[in-house]
């Protein structure tokens, strides 16, 4: 599974198209959104944090998720973590992902509601 086809089956995916289009400079945007829509979605089996964004070397290696959550709380949780997916590739791309709750992710997590 990834970005895209659990934002589709979650209908989120207009959501996160808009909010990149919104975001992303428009020469860019397609590139930026074909990125994040490969993102691979995993199966998380922390016990503290309902989802986390994994990066590896400067670049995204997958978005993790605790699926046995409440429907809207897991719809919540993966736009946060997509929030951190976006912010890395736009403001950080190639370096390792820091600042993960700064002002730029709040935009982010704002913009995607």
């Not at 995916?13 to 691979?40: N, Y």
């Not at 929030?83 to 600042?99: C, E, K, M, V």
Request: a positive charge; one cysteine or more.
């Amino acid at each position: 599974m990834t970005v895209k086809t659990f934002a589709q089956n979650q209908s989120l995916w207009p959501q996160i198209f808009e909010t990149v289009h919104a975001l992303v400079p428009d020469m860019a945007a397609a590139d930026f959104l074909q990125r994040l829509a490969e993102i691979p979605i995993r199966k998380s089996r922390a016990t503290r944090s309902l989802g986390s964004y994994v990066s590896k070397q400067g670049e995204p290696v997958c978005i993790r998720l605790q699926f046995e959550q409440e429907e809207s709380l897991l719809r919540t949780t993966f736009l946060h973590e997509v929030a951190h997916a976006g912010d890395h590739l736009l403001n950080q791309p190639g370096r390792r992902y820091r600042r993960a709750h700064g002002s730029d992710w709040k935009h982010w997590a704002e913009s995607l509601g």
